[in-house]
């Protein structure tokens, strides 16, 4: 039997609380997931050395949610399964241990199960009331009657299923904010003050390996109220000169910023960083592609027939129109 | 909170001084041999080694003496340092065979048709890119239909700092912008057999004594450098 490592956080007055009791999970054990909202299961095997017996950390854990503001109950067992039906079952702000899974799950109804009400209506036709009633039935004649979903119900009522706790990456907010002592009035020094929080935001997304796709930039005024720009960034990178470059734009776009003071700039999207091929003959390949962004640019803002490249068709033909041909850089 | 302070001080030195006051160190510290756009030729004496990215430079002087020669040869050599180069044309005159003769790789040369109030804009974009090693901005000859340099004058504020040199090609100076100015004068007629087959022209700046004297000839359609001349003021016809 396996030792009883998965414990079970289960909050039933605070569903708004979801994103905040993750983060304090996350914060506080290695391998947390997410069963349903303000449901939570995290996998303690390993770490009874480092952290203490998982009683222990239950209540640790317990502590911090009520920190949080949310009343939450902790249940203990073999399998994530059994460990939120104890949860479950378990009053707010206290920690149960339950090291049979079977047993505790034998005299309970069988609408703890996760299986379809057709299944339920069917299985009380067969005269079964119980988990430990329908545990009880052979394996193979489970499968053959239902079909796998159900079969897999079976296993979780023996208490045998050990689902393992799917870990999701902590949530990370990658943001960085500065305040100015004097209010900046231009663009350009605007631009230029930005560098150095665009510079911190590139080199935390090249720690966690992302590129940004979105980017939210507030800008604090003195003489007006906070200014909100929203800039989506394709191809999404994490290259600060690109990032910059987008936020130039932006700006640029407003006829009037007024006397910022200070700015927060957030990526509220991003994308696992993917690697560039550059041409192994193509010179300065990643400067081509700052080059087609500008051209992009230019194009969105001359139109069509202004950003071109050129080609010579034919050197020696008589019309100087049929010499040579003119495409759009942006198609 | 040591940031914070140093972004305030960049802020007050920006305000007092300029826009461009400051200059981050990756830009400042960047290898000369990135910075330098050398033609070679002898042109690269006149001009201080070089285009210099981060840096505007004008070439004046009256239509056909070689103004556009020697900035095809400046963008060929810009792109055989690994970069790409932007021609913004406001007179849509950009002759691709020319280009192509001066061993201008046209794949990494945009070509940009920008007039009245865009042309500043996409001068300023295109330096403010990391994208060009060269922007080379021909506004032509007003008795031709050119712009006068004048209209580039918002985008200057581009140039410090930027990782491309700014050429201007134009028949006149501009009265609002001060741009280091090379003048263009044509020097002598070639002649063969009674007929004209090119002529050789100087470039210098307005006062100073060395030019650099080049040879364009129609029957091969090249350039010859023909050096650097210390007494060319006095022979320019």
């Known amino acids: 039997m396996r030792d009883p490592v998965t414990l079970a956080i289960v909050v039933t007055d605070a569903p708004d609380l979801h994103g905040r009791l993750l983060a304090t999970l996350h914060a506080a054990l290695p391998r947390v997931g997410v069963l349903d ?53 378990t009053p707010p702000g206290e920690v149960r241990l339950v090291d049979d899974g079977r047993a505790f799950l034998a005299p309970l109804p069988l609408d703890v199960l996760p299986v379809d009400v057709k299944v339920h209506d069917e299985l009380r036709l067969l005269g079964l009331r119980t988990v430990g009633e329908f545990a009880d039935l052979p394996r193979g004649s489970v499968f053959d009657r239902f079909g796998s979903a159900v079969a897999r119900a079976h296993a979780l009522a023996r208490g045998e299923y050990g689902d393992m706790v799917r870990a999701s990456a902590p949530p990370r907010r990658i943001r960085a904010r500065r305040a100015w002592d004097d209010a900046i009035g231009s663009r350009e020094q605007l631009v230029f003050a930005l560098r150095v929080v665009v510079d911190e935001i590139s080199g935390a997304l090249a720690r966690d390996g992302f590129a940004a796709l979105r980017l939210e930039l507030r800008l604090d005024r003195e003489d007006a109220g906070p200014l909100r720009i929203e800039r989506t960034v394709l191809p999404p990178t994490r290259e600060a000169a690109a990032l910059l470059r987008s936020l130039r734009w932006a700006l640029e776009e407003r006829s009037e910023l007024g006397l910022v003071t200070g700015c927060a700039l957030e990526v509220p999207e991003v994308e696992p960083a993917r690697g560039r091929q550059i041409g192994l003959f193509a010179p300065d390949g990643a400067r081509a592609e700052e080059a087609i962004a500008t051209a992009r640019y230019l194009r969105a803002k001359l139109g069509t027939g202004a950003v071109l490249r050129a080609r010579v068709a034919d050197e020696a033909a008589r019309l100087p129109e049929r010499a040579t041909e003119w495409v759009e850089v942006i198609a | 909170m040591a940031e914070n302070a140093l972004a305030g001080a960049i802020a007050r030195i920006e305000g007092r001084f300029g826009v461009h006051a400051l200059a981050r160190g990756s830009t400042s510290e960047r290898h000369r041999s990135e910075l330098v756009i050398a033609t070679k030729s002898s042109l690269d004496d006149v001009i201080g080694g070089g285009l210099i990215a981060g840096e505007p430079i004008a070439f004046i002087g009256p239509p056909s003496v070689g103004k556009l020669q020697l900035a095809l040869r400046a963008t060929a050599s810009a792109q055989a340092q690994g970069g790409m ?120 700046r307005a006062h100073a004594s060395d030019r650099a004297l080049f040879c364009v000839t129609s029957l091969e359609g090249t350039l010859a450098d023909l050096g650097t001349r210390p007494d060319l003021a006095q022979v320019a016809v």
């Open chain 1, 37 to 89: 909202p303000c449901a939570f299961v995290c996998d303690l095997a390993g770490t009874e050395e480092l952290l203490g017996a998982p009683t222990r950390i239950a209540r640790n854990v317990l502590a911090r949610c009520a920190r949080a503001g949310a009343r939450a109950s902790a249940g203990i067992a073999p399998t994530p399964f059994v460990a939120r039906v104890v949860a479950e079952r």
């Open chain 2, 85 to 204: 180069a932007a021609w913004i044309d406001p007179t849509s005159s950009f002759d691709p065979i020319a280009a192509q003769r001066a061993s201008v790789d046209l794949e990494r040369l945009i070509v940009v048709r920008a007039r009245g109030t865009h042309l500043a804009l996409a001068t300023a974009a295109a330096l403010r890119s990391e994208g060009f090693r060269l922007v080379v901005v021909d506004v032509g000859d007003r008795a031709f239909g050119g712009t006068n340099v004048d209209d580039i004058a918002p985008a200057l504020s581009a140039v410090r700092g930027s990782p491309a040199a700014l050429l201007v090609v134009a028949g006149e100076p501009g009265r609002r912008v001060a741009i280091p100015t090379f003048l263009f004068e044509r020097v002598a007629w070639e002649r063969r057999f009674d007929r004209t087959v090119g002529w050789s022209f100087a470039v210098g």
